[in-house]
């Protein structure tokens, strides 16, 4: 009750200062398959809770479709089991990193390289993966979305760990000047690596710009399809509790079918 009333007769921070502020956060993300386990896995983060950050990116804070992605592949659903075990990760996007550490510590992927347009927010997710002592299991860097991937982080893991097996992104289509770019490094992927799959979890904020996504994806013939994976309310989530007020879906990307030769014998 000192507390609370502490609390109360405080002043509250500017907007300026508000927007600076981090908090550390810590996720308890359940598997389905393993509720028997005497301790759940937790993951531990230090986030920006404000809406907008004040570094100007949205990156400094773990999203809704990012928990809906997490829930999925920590369900008892064998394809998202073999999306991440065993397998080489990149995380397109990566903001806080909670998405490639819980692949790289609990998902038992083989190796994770988390990537992410800004500077600032790859900094903030190195200390991330510190707290969370994933420094070995992930790796991180820069990547811009649109440019070649030779001699990209990306590509540089590849000679190290293997073939990019899974690409994952949580929140990445929510503006419509970047889809462009965005599908052009997931074609740029498809060209390296054709086996590759890839998962976008996205919240529908606005119809008109994941549409918009979506034709992209249909113009590069990207087979795109629905993960049957419904967004419950939360009074019936068993952990990683987030909104469920706005839609949240997500989809998996192959490459396109390769069209064969007519002519060929």
Not at 5 to 22: G, I, R
Not at 84 to 101: P, Q, R
Not at 199 to 212: D, K
Not at 222 to 233: E, N
Request: contains cysteine.
């Amino acid at each position: 009750m000192n507390t609370l009333a502490t609390l109360m007769f405080s002043p509250l921070p500017s907007e300026v200062d508000a927007v600076q502020q981090k908090s550390w956060v810590t996720y308890t993300p359940i598997r389905s398959s393993s509720a028997a386990n005497a301790e759940d896995p937790t993951l531990t983060l230090k986030e920006n809770r404000a809406v907008i950050s004040g570094a100007g990116t949205t990156g400094l804070r773990t999203w809704e479709a990012a928990l809906h992605l997490a829930s999925y592949l920590c369900s008892d659903q064998i394809a998202a089991t073999s999306y991440i075990e065993g397998k080489h990760v990149v995380e397109l996007g990566a903001g806080t990193g909670f998405l490639s550490i819980l692949c790289a510590k609990h998902l038992q992927a083989k190796y994770v390289t988390s990537t992410d347009g800004d500077e600032g927010v790859i900094d903030a997710l190195k200390e991330n993966l510190f707290y969370n002592d994933a420094e070995t299991e992930v790796s991180t860097g820069v990547v811009r979305w649109g440019w070649a991937l030779k001699d990209t982080l990306i590509d540089y893991e590849t000679e190290n760990h293997g073939t990019v097996d899974t690409v994952i992104g949580a929140d990445v289509t929510y503006d419509k000047a970047v889809i462009p770019a965005l599908v052009a490094t997931i074609r740029n992927i498809f060209e390296k690596w054709p086996e590759a799959n890839v998962l976008i979890s996205a919240t529908i904020r606005n119809e008109q710009t994941f549409a918009a996504f979506e034709r992209a994806c249909g113009k590069s013939a990207f087979q795109v399809q629905d993960v049957d994976f419904p967004l419950l309310p939360i009074s019936e989530q068993t952990s990683l509790f987030h909104s469920a007020d706005v839609p949240i879906r997500i989809l998996k990307i192959n490459a396109p079918k390769e069209i064969k030769d007519p002519f060929a014998v």
